[in-house]
């Protein structure tokens, strides 16, 4: 990642009024976490067809929905250094501009994920030793970073030892944020990612985990699960148009999935056996007004 990268940097210019620090929420608020990709199929969708995303908006509303965005996702939604503040702005201005008018967008640097972790610890080192400890265990499935990280004697260490592989950095940050909020007493947290690597089996193997578990209060994997939410882009299109059942389902669907969302593996679950299986627009529109089936990922 880029070493000096700042969000004061002119690239974001246009959108850093949309966006607020204040990461506090209310207990009946919904917690959403963006990566990368669905952070840009979502601008997508903003920019190209806003009729469309103001549909999407109102499902964040009803939720009483907050988002939150940590640094590396802006980092890595800007693509390359080279990304100026106009081009950002074409990609991006439109999402930023009508999201933040339907609930908080919330941007999330590495020392505020800490602090989320560690609200209402009063002893600072055993705060600290508690986030490299539930990091440790974030990043356990990689033996190199999980050295580095037990090495660590600082905030700023851990987040060198996260960002030393670019691979996955994005969703190593996002699953840490996770924990923190969850340990912090939020009900539930929602990640929205279509990553099946880095998010969906990670988050697998974290249910697994009784360490993790363990550090996080959880009393088992159904609870981490109930609590760890996961929407793919396909997940979230179910959510949205599961209360339309109207006519224009697939007028919808063939507006925002394009092909390449038509070929992905999509995770369903037909009453208590599940299946990942492609599903065109007509298939994904049966499913919604037959109701004998449902997306989970």
């Known amino acids: 990642m880029t070493e000096f990268w700042s969000f004061e940097d002119s690239t974001y210019d246009a959108i850093r009024n949309y966006v607020t620090t204040d990461w506090n929420y209310a207990p009946d608020e919904t917690i959403y976490i ?14 190209e067809h806003p009729s469309a995303f103001i549909e999407m908006a109102d499902y964040f509303v009803e939720e009483q929905a907050v988002f939150l965005i940590p640094d590396i996702i802006f980092e890595e939604s800007a693509k390359s250094k080279h990304t100026d503040s106009e081009r950002y702005a074409s990609w991006y201005l439109d999402f930023f501009k009508r999201m933040s008018q339907a609930c ?5 640097d590495f020392h505020t994920t800490y602090q989320i972790m560690i ?9 600290f030793s508690k986030f490299k ?14 050295e580095q990280v037990n090495a660590a004697t600082s905030v700023d260490e851990i987040k060198e030892a996260f960002y030393s592989v670019s691979k996955d950095c994005g969703e190593r940050v996002v699953h840490l944020l996770a924990c923190a909020l969850l340990l912090n007493g939020a009900q539930s947290v929602t990640v929205l ?9 990670v988050r697998q193997m974290y249910a697994r985990n009784e360490r993790l578990l363990q ?11 109930s609590s760890y939410l996961l929407y793919s882009f396909d997940r979230l299109l ?3 148009l599961i209360k339309r059942k109207q006519e224009d389902v697939l007028d919808f669907l063939n507006t925002v999935r394009d092909s390449r969302d038509q070929t992905r593996y999509v995770r369903i679950i037909f009453g208590d056996e599940s299946d990942r299986s ?15 089936a449902k997306i989970t990922f």
């Open 215 to 225: 550090l996080l209060y959880m009393q088992d994997k159904y609870v981490f699960l």
């Open 238 to 240: 179910y959510n949205v």
């Open 34 to 47: 963006l990566d990368n990709m669905l952070l840009s199929k979502l601008a997508k969708v903003a920019r």
């Open 133 to 146: 400890l539930i990091a440790k265990e974030t990043v356990r499935m990689n033996p190199d970073l999980s």
């Open 193 to 201: 990612s279509d990553e099946e690597a880095g998010v969906f089996i």
């Open 104 to 108: 908080k967008v919330i941007r999330i």
């Open 119 to 127: 609200d209402g610890v009063t002893n600072i080192e055993t705060g």
């Open 278 to 292: 492609q599903l065109d627009n007509s298939q994904f529109t049966d499913m919604i007004f037959d109701d004998k």
